[in-house]
């Protein structure tokens, strides 16, 4: 009979560095998710930035948002060329119809991204929760 109890002691105490794990896993998903929700929001603003450009007049000075709360004094010589990242520090001309699109695909995958860390977020959560419940009865059994 000692012996169960030292066994169901040493799983207790193997549950609880998993729980610990769970919890660990789940402040990092927990700030890749930030991560991801301002990627979506810089390039939302990058997007209404580019949709205001494209219905300005030629030869008008705007307020160009370059982040931060930060404004440069520009002037549109012409929106009909965009030059937009397309990864490795690498940019490419595009038309303002182009760069739109290019955007919205990026929004997307940034979204579909952070909906399968919420999705795995939830089941890390699911799972230390049931173990902390089995844990909590192992505890009350060993401690009677």
């Known amino acids: 009979m000692r012996l169960t109890s030292m066994a169901k002691e040493e799983e207790v105490t193997r549950n609880l560095s998993v729980i610990e794990y769970y919890k660990q896993q789940l402040e990092s998903l927990d700030i890749q998710m930030q991560y991801l929700q301002a990627a979506i929001v810089d390039a939302q603003k990058g997007k209404m930035t580019l949709e205001h450009i494209q219905k300005t007049a030629k030869n008008t000075d705007i307020l160009i948002p370059v982040g931060g709360g930060a404004f440069v004094n520009g002037s549109v010589t012409t929106s009909s060329k965009i030059l937009v990242g397309i990864g490795a520090g690498l940019v490419a001309e595009k038309t303002t119809e182009e760069a739109i699109l290019k955007i919205d695909e990026r ?26 419940v089995k844990t909590q009865k192992m505890m009350e059994e060993t401690q009677a």
Request: hydrophobic fraction near 30%; avoid cysteine; glycine fraction near 4%.
């Open 107 to 132: 929004i997307k995958k940034l979204q579909e991204n952070e909906e399968k860390l919420y999705g795995l977020a939830q089941k890390i959560q699911t799972d230390a929760q049931e173990l902390s």
